[in-house]
């Protein structure tokens, strides 16, 4: 099994890198395969809803002058995908934004009962809304979601306060042990 992270921050190392690397660390220790792919700071575009993807049911969008089509075949094959974003004036990233739009179009129903983990960061406020915009990509995908024992969300400014956040880390803990248990469920 595959878990795919794709961490919606600029900064490859930074608060949000920490709180994927967390729940890898409880999905590796039960066997479960993990991949993180940085897709914060590459120039990607919005859907423009010309519905070509639609049309052609390729699953692939059809901008082919970003990165995002080497994405969304990585989310089509993975068996969990997480999805990570810092807070920006109370939302996703930009390239986050552009990936679920893309991705939710081109895939159609392709991710359907596949489980999907939302994960946001912010230095201070801001981050359910995040955490919301995340979770509703899974929603309307019909994805599964394993909770944990709080919301996803972790806070810290400068690279490597989150892992101060003692209830963060904690979660980021038992969201692993739910995901990992809910994709052998799925996989028996």
């Known amino acids: 099994m595959l878990v795919v992270a794709f961490n919606g921050s600029p900064r490859a190392t930074g608060n949000t890198s920490r709180m994927i690397q967390r729940v890898f660390q409880g999905l590796e220790s039960e066997g479960i395969e993990t991949k993180s792919i940085n897709i914060g700071g590459h120039k990607v575009h919005g859907c423009i809803a010309c519905g070509k993807c639609r049309q052609e049911?390729?699953?692939?969008?059809?901008?082919?002058?970003?990165?995002?089509?080497?994405?969304?075949?990585?989310m089509d094959q993975a068996d969990g995908i997480i999805l990570?974003?810092?807070?920006?004036f109370a939302?996703?990233?930009t390239e986050m934004k552009a990936l679920i739009d893309r991705a939710g179009y081109a895939l159609g129903s392709r991710l359907y009962?596949?489980?999907g983990a939302p994960i946001a960061v912010a230095r201070r406020g801001g981050a359910i809304q995040t955490?919301?915009?995340l979770m509703a990509f899974f929603g309307?995908?019909?994805m599964i979601v394993p909770m944990s024992s709080y919301w996803n969300m972790g806070y810290g400014k400068n690279i490597g306060e989150v892992e101060q956040d003692s209830e963060a880390m904690e979660t980021m803990d038992n969201l692993a042990k739910n995901?990992?248990?809910?994709?052998?469920?799925?996989?028996?």
């Open 91 to 93: 939302t996703v990233t």
């Open 57 to 74: 049911n390729s699953g692939q969008c059809a901008f082919t002058d970003d990165p995002i089509n080497d994405w969304i075949r990585i």
């Open 179 to 188: 995901m990992a248990w809910l994709l052998k469920k799925l996989h028996a």
């Open 113 to 115: 009962r596949k489980v």
């Open 84 to 88: 990570a974003s810092p807070t920006y």
């Open 131 to 133: 955490y919301n915009t």
């Open 140 to 142: 309307i995908k019909q």
